[in-house]
């Protein structure tokens, strides 16, 4: 595949918008409401039924097959299109009806904008939207048969794979992610089980419950974003102006996790996590990062823990599978200071790409096949949260104070 | 802002020509007339202006950005193009467009505060109806809770879920530098944008004809109190109408050379561009004829001729 940029291939995975209207809602503002109460929703009969229609068929053009999976957000059905049982989909009900209605989660706000606009080969396709009684939202995704990146990484006996297949992999990865920047998105929860893999072997990535568009300058962001073991250091320090460098430090710890077959630093706590990046890649300094020093939740470490930014060697020791020259785009991707680390762009521009070995194709990656649970495992997940593992759920506490 | 406005769902499905508007308007309409003629409702601009200054009212106070008021705005227009106004309740719509487009501009505020401010605002007795017809009403609206989480939900799903609206605030601060703007012009501008809400233009053009729209009318209408005149006859110019050209003299006397200087170079710059001018004209002269209409504005017929139609539909 090509090294640069290539635009979106728009119309691969077409978006097919169909109207999503709330049946069930204007009928039930009807029918249950006390009538001093009616007006809220609207709508008279007639209108309700055009719009009713209108969602029915989009709901009759999906058959819901079985649940594949249930978590506290979602929960995720297998489907198909009624007149061909063939076209597989995943259909992700978002609970909406959670004891008591508090809105929409910000969740499933931001995974539909996201989601309706970003359209490309390794980003999850939306192919569409409609509500069900009890008024549930139901986002029909891409079905992704094959697993996540994650599966592959930890079967250490069943799945061999080198360079040339890292290399496919993390050019997928680049491009979704470029592709993201590109169209003012940051993802914000990069990790190996949020990137799924088609049954062409595609991956895409997926989840953007975390995801929002670039802040407007001087505005700043929350910092409990993406999972703690991909989070980087500018994060951990409370960082609230940051970019796009931070999805790419997420994808050279996705890197260095697909060399290592496990994940390169698995912090227990943000302090921890902190503690094991200044021993592994070394500790943050205003030497090495001007101006870090000044960071809302800078922790000074003491000479104990503090380490000098690790060299070439170390890596080529480490990483050797990939080479030097991708030893060289690891160490650019995992840069402590987000200013110079490479940015998505950079990334892909990278000189690894057109070094050998040649990426393998597609259709001879190695394969799991982690069927429909695996998906519904993977969509039914919060961002931010490792399963079974020190549960970090840190990053789905909304700051309503921060503007 | 995110993505890509060419590839948007705003361009490929929430961008209409006049005559797309009026049909779909129509159409809602021809639902039941009987009902448009029992409920008159103010000019759409008028209801637009209602609309905005309680939003604008509601948004004071919460720390909210004016961007989400766009939002907000642009999400009770596009609703109104598939619902009939008549049926709704329009204090929960606004009520709830606001608190949808809060999360969607990265500003959430709980839907409790929301519900709780909106209550605040609109129960008060100043805003009860004043016919003393309505006098025994409690509340204007009955919020709650769940009622804006429903609705918010139906808002959403009118919206086929395609919630991302692009501004012209971003173009405006882009341009700046490049057209040498004052800080006054700006803000100026910033204001002609916030206004155009109040019309269809977000439903008819991209985002970057009405920043440069705006900005055309900002350096026009800065100078004097006879700007207005200016900006017509200058429009008209543009445009090729010359019936408006007397005005013109009088306004351009008091128009420092600085400015018009300053509408030169605008002008050569949209020349040279790829701006569509007719579209830039023609955004121009429907804000002017908003200013126009708005003069006729009273609040208290917007008020009270939306109580009456919500209490013909037994809505309230």
């Known amino acids: ?403 | 802002m995110a993505a890509d406005f060419w590839a948007s769902t705003q361009r490929r499905y929430w961008q209409f020509s006049k005559e797309q508007l009026a049909e779909l308007r129509d159409k809602l309409d021809n639902e039941d007339k009987t009902l448009v003629q029992q409920c008159p409702l103010p000019d759409r601009r008028l209801l637009s202006h209602f609309f905005n200054t309680q939003l604008v009212k509601l948004g004071k106070r919460m720390p909210i950005r004016q961007q989400a008021i766009a939002t907000a705005q642009v999400y009770i227009r596009r609703f109104y193009i598939k619902v009939p106004i008549r049926q709704t309740n329009p204090y929960i719509v606004m009520a709830t467009a606001l608190y949808l487009a809060c999360k969607m501009e990265e500003s959430p505020q709980h839907i409790r505060v929301v519900v709780g401010e909106a209550s605040a605002v609109w129960s008060g007795s100043e805003h009860l109806p004043t016919k003393p017809s309505f006098a025994d009403q409690q509340d204007v609206i009955p919020l709650d809770v769940s009622k804006l989480g429903e609705f918010e939900f139906y808002l959403i799903s009118e919206m086929n879920s395609q919630l991302i609206v692009h501004h012209p605030y971003r173009t405006l601060q882009e341009l700046q530098s490049t057209l040498n703007l004052a800080p006054d012009e700006i803000s100026l501008a910033w204001s002609v944008i916030n206004d155009h809400y109040m019309t269809d233009l977000p439903l008819l053009n991209p985002p970057h004809v009405i920043a440069v729209s705006a900005i055309f009318l900002a350096l026009t209408l800065k100078p004097t109190q006879g700007g207005l005149q200016a900006t017509i006859a200058t429009a008209a110019a543009l445009s090729n109408t010359p019936q408006l050209s007397k005005n013109t003299s009088s306004a351009d006397n008091r128009a420092p050379d600085m400015t018009s200087n300053k509408v030169q170079n605008f002008v050569a710059w949209l020349a040279e561009g790829e701006v569509d001018i007719k579209a830039v004209v023609d955004c121009s002269q429907e804000i002017i004829s908003l200013y126009e209409v708005l003069e006729q504005y009273k609040e208290t017929t917007c008020k009270e001729q939306i109580a009456a139609c919500m209490k013909k539909r037994g809505l309230v």
């Open chain 1, 1 to 403: 595949m090509a090294v640069s940029p290539l635009p979106a291939q728009n119309g691969t995975s077409e978006i097919k918008l169909s109207a999503a209207k709330a049946k069930s809602l204007a009928v039930r503002t009807g029918s249950m409401s006390k009538p001093g109460n009616q007006g809220a929703a609207t709508a008279k009969a007639k209108g309700a039924e055009l719009a009713e229609q209108l969602n029915e068929e989009t709901r009759q053009k999906y058959v819901k097959g079985k649940k594949l999976g249930e978590g506290t957000y979602a929960i995720v059905y297998l489907g198909h299109l009624k007149d061909d049982p063939q076209s597989l989909v995943a259909i992700k009900k978002i609970k909406v009806n959670t004891e008591y209605r508090e809105g929409l989660a910000m969740d499933a706000v931001r995974e539909l904008k996201h989601l309706q606009e970003l359209s490309h080969p390794n980003i999850i396709a939306l192919h569409s939207v409609f509500s069900s009684r009890n008024q549930n939202l139901n986002l029909v995704l891409e079905y992704l048969p094959q697993g996540d990146l994650e599966m592959l990484i930890r079967d250490v006996e069943g799945i061999r794979y080198g360079a040339a297949e890292v290399k496919t992999w993390m050019g997928m990865l680049g491009r979704a992610v470029w592709f993201c920047h590109e169209n003012f998105v940051l993802h914000r929860d990069i990790k190996p089980n949020n990137l799924l893999i088609a049954a062409d072997g595609e991956i895409k990535l997926a989840d953007f419950g975390l995801a929002r568009s670039f802040s407007d300058p001087y505005r700043g962001m929350t910092s409990q974003v993406i999972t703690r073991w991909y989070r980087p250091p500018e994060l951990l320090f409370g960082a609230r102006f940051y970019s796009g460098t931070v999805d790419v430090w997420s994808m050279g710890m996705v890197f260095a996790e697909l060399i290592l077959r496990r994940p390169f630093a698995m912090g227990t706590t943000d302090i921890n996590q902190l503690e094991l990046i200044c021993q592994n890649i070394g500790t943050p300094n205003e030497e090495n990062w001007p101006g870090v020093t000044k960071l809302e939740g800078y922790v000074k470490f003491d000479n104990l823990n503090s380490q000098p930014v690790k060299g070439r060697d170390f890596y080529l020791g480490t990483f050797g599978l990939i080479g030097s020259v991708g030893v060289d785009l690891l160490m650019a991707m995992l840069t402590l200071d987000p200013r110079k680390r490479s940015t998505a762009r950079q990334v892909l521009d990278h000189k690894w790409w057109a070094t050998d070995p040649r990426p393998t194709a597609k259709r001879d990656l190695p394969r799991k096949g982690g069927g429909p649970a695996k998906m519904g495992e993977d969509l039914k997940r919060r961002g931010g949260e490792i399963e079974d593992g020190p549960g970090d759920k840190v990053a789905r506490k909304l700051n309503f104070a921060a503007r």
